[in-house]
């Protein structure tokens, strides 16, 4: 069986579940799943900045990079799972239309990308103590953690349109 037609089967699945069903079935649901989806969204990509501009020492010069991950990582950490659970809801909804749409490809292919170097390289990065890492790749992990991000919200964004 190839991966696409194992994707495919995922997509019918989720459009056959009682999620697909009842999100499509009401009125509501839809608008109300997404609020939370745009705003776990919107505290994930705050934090993201707030680590970030840091690591790129634009703002927050006076806390230490590690200081400042761990204060954030539990915001991070709920609206991570907020946003994949709402996601999935909103997905099961229209999951075979999604199946072809480029923009959401992109989106997902982005969304793994990103948790993977959050939670590997640059975790590893923002953790570490500041004499350890060199002012370029705590520049470089920082760039690209807010491109892959981007991404994410962009791609997301454009899923309507593409």
């Known amino acids: 069986m190839s991966l696409s ?39 994930l990509g705050g934090t993201v900045l707030i ?3 840091r690591l790129l020492g634009i703002r927050f010069q006076r806390d ?18 907020v946003m994949l659970v709402s996601g999935f809801f909103l997905f099961s909804s229209e999951s075979v239309k999604m199946y072809g749409n480029g923009a959401f490809r992109v ?15 640059h975790r590893k990065v923002a953790m570490s ?11 470089l992990a920082a760039v690209l953690s807010l491109v892959l991000w981007s991404g994410v919200g962009l791609a ?5 349109i593409v």
């Open 5 to 43: 037609s194992l994707l495919m089967s995922f997509c019918e699945w989720a459009d056959n579940s009682f999620f697909g069903h009842g999100i499509r079935s009401s009125v509501w649901l839809f608008p109300f799943v997404e609020i939370f989806h745009l705003l776990a969204l919107g505290v």
């Open 51 to 53: 680590v970030n501009l």
């Open 129 to 139: 103590d500041e004499m350890q890492v060199s002012p370029l790749w705590r520049k």
């Open 64 to 81: 230490r990079v590690r200081e400042l991950a761990r204060e954030v990582q539990p915001w991070m950490l709920g609206s991570l799972v």
């Open 156 to 160: 997301g964004r454009a899923i309507g």
């Open 107 to 121: 989106k997902m292919i982005s969304l793994v990308l990103a948790i993977l170097f959050t939670f590997t390289i």
